[in-house]
C-alpha cells in the first residue's frame, strides 16, 4: 500500500428507498417527492436522499444525527452491508455498488475495516483470536496473525488480557478489542458505526483520546458515525450533519459552529462548549502593521478555551496571534475571547422562535 | 338424517380396494427394491456389527474406564464421574452387562448417524425458508406419528433386525437434532453475523467461524434429546430383532415379570441418566463464555 495513495472515498447522489419495490421512486424523489408523501402514498420509506460527500484519504469524517437519520444506513453503504437504490460510491476511484460477489469480499477484507456499537465481538473466541478474525478470513498463516494482532492489543493498551474472553472484559475494553480487531486489517478505510455511543461518558473520553492519538500515526480515512455533537466536534476534520436520511450540513467544527445552516442544526450547537471548537482567528482583531513586538504570542489555530488559558496567567494586555511562519496575523484580548463564548447565548435571545424552547 | 348421526364414509368396498392397492403396490416396490435397498444398507450393518462386537468383546474394566473417561473430559465434575462409575457397576453387578453394552453401542451409531443427516438438513433449513417450510412437517410428522407404524414398511423392505431397527430409532430421534440445528443458527447474533460480513468473510467461513460455533450449545441440547429419544426407542426396537436391554424388557411384559421388567428398565433409565448428565455438563462447559458477565 505504500507505493499507492489512497483516493478517499467519494459518495455521489446516493438514494436509498426500503420497500419491496425501490427503483421506480426514485425519480419521484429527484423530482421533490417527499418522506412522508412517499410513506403514506406508495408505502415505501425514504432512507436516504442524494447523499453527497467527498472524504479525503487521511481525515475523519463525522456523520452526525439523530436516530432514524440514516447514519447507521449510510455507513453501511461504504463496505455495501446495504444496498443502494440508486448512485455511487467509490472508494479509491472504484465503485463499489457494481462489485460482484467476489470483488466486494476482497474490497471488504482488505480495503474496509468496521467498528460496531455493539463490539459484535465473538464470544467463543478469546480476545486474541478475536482481534486476528480480519487477518483470519484473509487466509495469512497463523504466525503473521499472531504478530499483528499483538501488536494493535498492545497499543490499544489490552497486553496482558489476549486469553481472556470478551465477556470477563467491561464495555470499554471489548470495543478496544474491537478497534484492535478493526486495526489490524490494516485498511485503509475504518467504519466506525457509533463505536463509542454504548460507552459511559468518561470511558468515552478515553476512547476518543485512543483514536485521536491512533490516527496520528496511522493515517486512515475514518468514517465515524455518532449521534453526540461533542464527539462529532472533537473527533471530526470533517463533519456531516444528517436529517431524515438528508444532508443539512457539511463543515468543519468550527463552520458547524458559527455558522449553523438552519434551526435544527442551530439547536444541536447550542449546547456546545465553544471555547473548544472556536479557534481564536475567528475572533481576533486584524493585525496593524508595525505593532508587533516580539513578547507573547499564541500560534494561529489554538482554541478559544486554550488562548484564555494562556491570557488568564498573563497581564491584561492584547496578544499576538502568529501563523505558521511566525508572522504575525492579529490580535486578541480577554475580552474578545469572553465575548465569543458567551456569545451564543445572545444570539439565542435575538431569535424568539429557539428562545422559547429554552 | 342417517347421514346426521353416522359420518357418512367412504363405501367400504372402495376403502378396502384403496388399502390394498396401496399395500400391494408398496409390497410390490419391496420385492423389486427391497435388495437394492438392503445392500445400499449395507455399510450401516458392518459399522453396527463392529460396533457392537467392541462394546461386547472389550473386556469390562476397560469400557468402564473409557466411560468413565469421557465421563471427565466432557463434564470435568467428579460427581458425574463417580455417578456413571457406579451406574455401571449396579449395571455389571446385576448381570445386565452384555445386553447394557449392546444398547450403547446401538445408541452410539445412532446419535453418530442422527448427528450426520441431522445436522447437514439443519443447516439447510436455517439458511433458507422455503427448505423449513417443505422439512417442518416432515418433522412434525416423524415426531408425532406412532413409532409402531413407521416399523411396519421398515420392516417390510429390510426384514428383522440390526439395521432396521436402527433406521426406525433414526427416525424417532433425529427430528430434534435437525430442529435444534436450525434453531440455534438462526438464533446467532445479527450483530456478529454483520460483522462477520463486514470483514468479508465467504459463506464457508461465516458458517463455520462463525454460526456453527454460536450454534453449538444449541446443537449439543440437540444431541442430547436425539440420544434419549434414542434411548425411549430402544425397548420398540427390540421388536423387530434390536438386541439389549429392550428384549428382556419385552419378554418381561409378554410373561409379566415383573423384576426382570423393573431391572432391565432401571438399567435403561441409569444409562440415559449417564448420557443426559455428561452431554449436558459438556454443553454447559461450551456456554461458560457465552454469559453477559459485564452490562
Partial sequence: MADHHF???????????????????????????????????????????????????????????????????????????????????????VDVVKMDEAELRAFRRHQTAMVFQKFALLPHRNVLDNTMFGLEVQGLDREKRVDTAMRWLDRVGLKGFEKKYPNQLSGGMQQRVGLARALSNDAPVLLMDEAYSALDPLIRMDMQSVLLDLQKEIKKTIVFITHDLDEALRLGDQIAILRDGQVIQQGTSQEIVLKPADEYVANFVREVNRGRVVHVDAVMSPHQSGAYHGGKSIPAGTTIEEAMRVLVSGSDEDVFIVGKTGEPVGTVNLRQLTRAMVNSHEELQARPALAGVL | MEWFYKFPHMDDDALRGLKKAIDEGFRAFTRSYGDLIENLF????????????????????????????????????????????????????????????????????????????????????????????????????????PSFVYLIPVVMLLGIGKVPGLIAVVIYAIPPMIRLTDLGIRLVDKDVLEAADAFGTSASQKLFKVQLPLALPTIMAGINQTIMMALAMVVVASMIGVQGLGQPVLKAIANQYFTLGMFNGLAIVGIAIIFDRVSQAYGQRLQKHREIVHG
Fill in chain 1, 7 to 93: 483516493g478517499g472515498i467519494k459518495i455521489r447522489h446516493l438514494y436509498k428507498i426500503f420497500g419491496p419495490n425501490p427503483k421506480p421512486y426514485v425519480e419521484a424523489v429527484q423530482k421533490g417527492l417527499s418522506k412522508t408523501e412517499l410513506n403514506e402514498k406508495h408505502g415505501h420509506v425514504l432512507g436516504l436522499s442524494d447523499i453527497n460527500i467527498e472524504i479525503p484519504s487521511g481525515c475523519i469524517q463525522v456523520i452526525m444525527g439523530l436516530s432514524g437519520s440514516g447514519k447507521s444506513t449510510l455507513i453501511r453503504h461504504i463496505n455495501r452491508l446495504i444496498d443502494p437504490t440508486a448512485g455511487e460510491v467509490l472508494v479509491d476511484g
Fill in chain 2, 42 to 145: 449395507s455399510p450401516l450393518q458392518s459399522f453396527l456389527i463392529a460396533a457392537d462386537r467392541f462394546m461386547t468383546q472389550t473386556p469390562w474394566p476397560v469400557i468402564i474406564l473409557i466411560i468413565v473417561a469421557i465421563a471427565w473430559f466432557a463434564s470435568r465434575s467428579a460427581k458425574v464421574v463417580l455417578g456413571c462409575l457406579v451406574t455401571l457397576l449396579l449395571i455389571g453387578y446385576f448381570d445386565m452387562w452384555d445386553d447394557t453394552m449392546r444398547t450403547v453401542s446401538m445408541i452410539f451409531v445412532c446419535t453418530v448417524l442422527s448427528i450426520a443427516i441431522g445436522i447437514p438438513i439443519g443447516i439447510l433449513m436455517a439458511r433458507s425458508d422455503r427448505v423449513q417450510k417443505i422439512v417442518s412437517p416432515i418433522l412434525d410428522v416423524m415426531q408425532t406419528m
